[in-house]
Nanobody
């Protein structure tokens, strides 16, 4: 099992920034990919970004390219999501997820094996 704990969410104004963290524990050696997803009220959970655990290759949803940056610190078993130039439409609960393989689509939430509890990001206009 892998446990994931997110932190860093909060209330910010438009164009503000936050740094979300996701700390992994447990059987972290089994992780091959980490992803961030978000879910706004009444909407589906959407892919935001992903990173391969070993090589650090990154992927982004078109809606966040150029504004969000995903990174990882393997020594700390932690993945980060730097979110800049925030917009009200970025308001959502942000979840991190861990995948034990690289075969499935990185943007498909059903491919991920473990999930954190989520952290709320609210952007005021």
């Amino acid at each position: 099992q892998v446990q994931l704990v997110e932190s860093g969410g909060g209330l910010v104004q438009t164009e503000g920034s936050l740094r979300l963290s996701c700390a992994a524990s447990g059987r972290t050696f089994s992780i091959r990919r980490m992803g961030w997803f978000r879910q706004a009220p009444g909407k589906e959970r959407d892919f935001v970004a992903a990173i391969t655990w070993n090589g650090g290759t990154t992927y982004y949803a078109d809606s966040v390219k150029g504004r969000f940056t995903i990174s990882r610190d393997n020594a700390k078993n932690t993945v980060y999501l730097q979110v800049d130039s925030l917009k009200p439409e970025d308001t959502a609960v942000y979840y991190c997820a861990a995948d034990r393989n690289l075969y499935g689509a990185r943007s498909d939430s059903s491919e991920y094996d473990y999930w954190g509890q989520g952290t709320q990001v609210t952007v005021s206009s």
